[in-house]
């Protein structure tokens, strides 16, 4: 059977992107469709636009740290709208070397939704229809509301990035990475931040110790969080839930008037009010903007995957094989859609295996062990490899951790913290897991990353000569462990 194609791929992202033009690059006839913005959730709505907003939110404290040392500084007034003009300014910019790239590769792009009517057959919403001998879903995810009355009121994270000005106050509901991350930009940016997770400690699933000092930091920068905490209720606030809890919301803390959510969101379903909050532990606030951190799921529905046999998982994502390859032959799926390891680099990762197995003859199955990761919290976090938890349930480890006020804190009598860690094999004596809070610790946890993943153990870190002074000479002479587990 002839095709219109080799390789049709469903999704702009990065993942999708770096599979078609590698794919054409080597030879392969391709085309790709996107329904919506090329570069998908990292460029347009997540890593790059948060990172950038990172660094907005991390000036608040230059003054107070630079008059130590110094300089006479004084901080003005934060410009939402010239930072956001700047923002969408380079998103513009990132989304047009997406296109170019493609383009340049030799790849057809298509901008429509794309959906399938067999397992070699797609159909556009332009209404043309073509054909592929291999067929590659890359649609990555969406944030999600919680089942909840209401639950329309609050924004996701997708919404951030089209504030037309910062809300006075925002309750943000959550405990992953997102919502502890745009906890520190939205309290760097001006904005009081209230906090709720309904777990024990924000987090969840990375090493203990390091995301307790992540929430202390968090608190000490003036973010009001709540742990054991959830949203029971929530309602437009009326004139009466105003007067009778103003003095209990974040705006009051900052001696302001309640203020509105009107004009936040173009297009937003909310009322334009304020919103009126019950929490789980009883009490009642008003707030700006209520912000739902609570998850993602990918991008499946509506696209005839399991009409045409594909396996869906019961959070909505592609089932798949070690090779990206689903339950019918000719469909693979890569990144967030698979709900796999949901990070871009991992979505471009497989999209390169997907290549090597499908169109180079070499079958490349997708490596999702040992994976460098930061969180932008403030300060940030840099982890790879497992956590002193997960080790000990495994086998007899050894723990060697250090935290102190590094030298820059320490000379301008700031509190901030930092946290070293190793977590060590006593049988094999290799480094499984290594955390470190403190800032650029994603810079630092790459290269970490790279030791660990080639099984340094703890006897070659203490070979290395330390870099003094800085704080990340700590790694290399940590010489006796603080505990055995």
């Known amino acids: 059977m002839a095709f219109d194609y080799d390789l049709f791929v469903i999704g702009g992202g990065s993942g999708g992107v770096r ?29 790059v636009p948060k990172k950038l907003m990172v660094f907005a939110s991390e000036f608040a404290g230059t003054p107070d740290q630079a008059r130590a040392y110094g300089w006479d500084l004084s901080l003005g ?48 919403s332009t209404g043309k229809s073509f054909t592929a001998k291999h067929i590659l879903v890359a649609t990555g995810g969406h944030p999600v509301r ?13 919404d951030i990035f089209k504030l037309k000005k910062l809300p006075k106050s925002v309750l943000i509901v959550g405990g992953g990475y997102i919502a502890c991350e745009f906890a520190g930009i939205l309290n760097g940016l001006g904005v009081n931040v209230t906090q709720y997770y309904r777990g024990a400690q924000i987090l969840r699933g990375f090493d203990d110790e390091a995301r307790g000092l992540i929430a202390e930091s968090m608190q000490e920068k003036g973010i009001d969080l709540h742990l054991g905490t959830n949203i029971l209720e929530m309602a437009p606030a009326s004139a009466d839930h105003s007067a009778s809890h103003a003095g209990t919301g974040s705006d009051a803390a900052m001696g302001a008037p309640v203020g509105t ?29 209520v912000f739902f951190a609570t998850g993602r799921d990918p991008n499946t529905a509506d696209m005839g995957l399991e009409e045409v046999g594909v396996k869906i998982g019961r959070r909505g994502e592609i089932v798949v094989d070690e090779y990206s ?24 990762r497989e999209g390169m295996a997907f290549v090597e197995t499908v169109f180079n003859g070499n079958p490349t199955p997708v490596d999702h062990e040992l994976i460098p990761t930061a969180i932008f919290t403030q300060p940030e976090m840099g982890t790879v490899g497992m956590s002193e938890e997960e080790a000990r349930e495994q086998e007899p480890v050894e723990i060697y951790c250090t935290s102190f006020r590094p030298m820059k804190s320490a000379f301008a009598n700031q509190p901030d913290r930092v ?26 946890i790459q290269l970490a990353g790279i030791a660990i993943k ?18 990340s000479e700590e790694i290399v002479t940590m010489r006796e462990p603080i505990r055995t587990a």
Not at 27 to 45: F, N, P, S, W
Not at 327 to 334: D, K, L, N
Not at 419 to 444: I, N, Y
């Open 19 to 47: 599979a078609a033009r590698v794919a054409a690059s080597g030879g392969a006839k391709v085309a790709l469709a996107e329904e919506d913005r090329y570069g998908g959730t990292c460029v347009i709505r997540g890593c």
């Open 261 to 289: 959510t009107q004009d936040l969101l173009p297009g937003a379903e909310d009322t334009g009010e304020p919103v009126w909050v019950k929490a789980t532990n009883g009490s009642e606030n008003v707030f700006d903007a």
């Open 454 to 471: 080639m099984g340094a153990t703890k006897e070659d870190f203490d070979r290395t000569v330390a870099v003094h002074p800085t704080m």
């Open 146 to 158: 919680p089942d909840m009355p209401n639950a329309h009121l609050g924004m996701v994270s997708d």
């Open 77 to 124: 007034a934060f410009d939402w709208t010239a930072f956001s003009g700047q923002l969408n300014t380079e998103l513009d910019r990132l989304e047009e070397v997406y296109r170019n790239l493609l383009k340049n590769s030799g790849v057809d792009s298509f901008d429509a939704r794309a959906r399938l009517t067999d397992a070699h057959t797609v159909e556009l």
């Open 419 to 444: 946290l070293f860690k190793l977590v060590v094999s006593k049988a094999t004596r290799k480094v499984l897991g290594c955390h470190m809070v403190a800032p650029g610790a994603g810079e630092m």
């Open 325 to 348: 390859q689903s339950s019918v032959p000719s469909i693979y799926a890569i990144g967030d859609v698979t709900n796999r390891v949901a990070l871009t680099p991992v979505a471009i």
